[in-house]
């Protein structure tokens, strides 16, 4: 094949995209934070998973250490089952706590996870138990008012005692 | 000319039939056989050179303007809900996702689809296609082919360049002109672009769109009639056929990777 001149203008061209198909993969995608380590799956049961996605943050005092995988219903206990991807690297004893927290007021909902006391550590195919339901806004709003109109109800029973 | 006239009809289902056939036949031959065009790189890289060095300016120009655009509309959009910081997030995914490929398609159409519609057209009324198979050489494999993977070939490096330089320009416009934190307009964008399902996904749909402009505008030169006329008509009809299939595809391909 003969070299022509244009070999330089179109090897200028490809490197020009392949640097833009590269920087929108590093800087705008961060492709380092993704680690392709190895991970280990923990299924947990939830009652109510709120607005939980798969591909959301599993976090232990706020640093990530795995992904959730899938999100199933379980139609033997009504519960939703989700199943985590904890990185190798981290090992967390078996009586460890899940939470599903919210970042922020109006935030993505991750999980988080709160180290147990056993000396035993969680092992692929373990199933978490100790869980805690993600705040159901509406839940929280009836709540409230039901608080309320129960205390309201108290204090208008108990005014007549007070002048 | 009455259309009405179930002759008439027929008529122009078959003639339409007949152009959807050797449509697909060209398209057939192009993917097929024409691939061995890449052997001979020497010609796709000299059609690289002529669709991509030289579509690079009004790509990079328009990526840049857009970016601003993005920038400032997005910026006055968001600042009302107090999260100027998302802007980053905001230009990226859209930019990433549905405005570089789709806009760098609707250019490459115009800046090199056109060129290649009249190139063709115009070889067709020189008969110097006719020529070439007198000569025992397969027109489909020599010009067609090389010029089809080039444009399959280009396309996405385009339309990562307006991605990238679009990105650079909200960041010029949000950043250094509005103020918004430098740190929160990289953060935010890491963490909402995804490598495979944003990044990856518009990689997909500029090569299909590479694939859509290319094909049409060589169809359409191959098609013309071989008049000064049908050729005007054919470069046309480029522009217009490219652009709806673009904007078309867009719409099912992004209900396809998205919806999901």
Known sequence: MQRSNNDIWVGLFVLIGAAALLFLALQSANLLSLNFQKTYA??????NIGGLKPQTAVKSAGVVVGRVESITFDDKNFQASVTLALQNRYSFPKDSSLKI??????GEQYIGIEAGAEEK???AGDTITATQSAVVLENLISQFLYSKAAEGGSSTAGTPTKK | MSWWRPADVGFAVRSKLGDIGSAARLFVQ???PGAKSLRRFGLVRDQIHFLGNYSLAIIAVSGLFVGFVLGLQGYYTLQRYGSSEALGLLVALSLVRELGPVVAALLFAGRAGTSLTAEIGL?????????????????????????FWAGVITMPLLAAVFSAVGVIGGYVVGVVMLGVDTGAF??????GVD??????????????????????????GFAAQPTPEGVSRATTRTVVVASL????????LTAMMFSI
Request: proline share 2%; net charge positive; charged share 15%.
């Open chain 2, 30 to 32: 192009l993917v097929g």
């Open chain 1, 42 to 47: 923990v299924t947990a049961r939830f009652d």
């Open chain 2, 186 to 191: 990289w953060g935010q964008m890491q963490n």
């Open chain 1, 121 to 123: 550590t969680l092992q």
């Open chain 2, 245 to 252: 299939a673009v904007l078309g595809l867009d719409f099912l």
């Open chain 2, 123 to 147: 070889m067709k009324a020189g008969e110097q296609l006719s020529a070439m198979e007198m000569m025992a050489v397969d027109p489909v494999r020599r010009i067609l082919a090389p010029r």
């Open chain 1, 101 to 106: 927290l919210t970042s922020g007021l109006l």
């Open chain 2, 195 to 220: 490598v495979w399902r944003d990044v990856g996904n518009g990689v997909v749909k500029s090569i299909v769109f590479g694939v859509t402009v290319t094909f049409v505008a060589l169809l359409q």
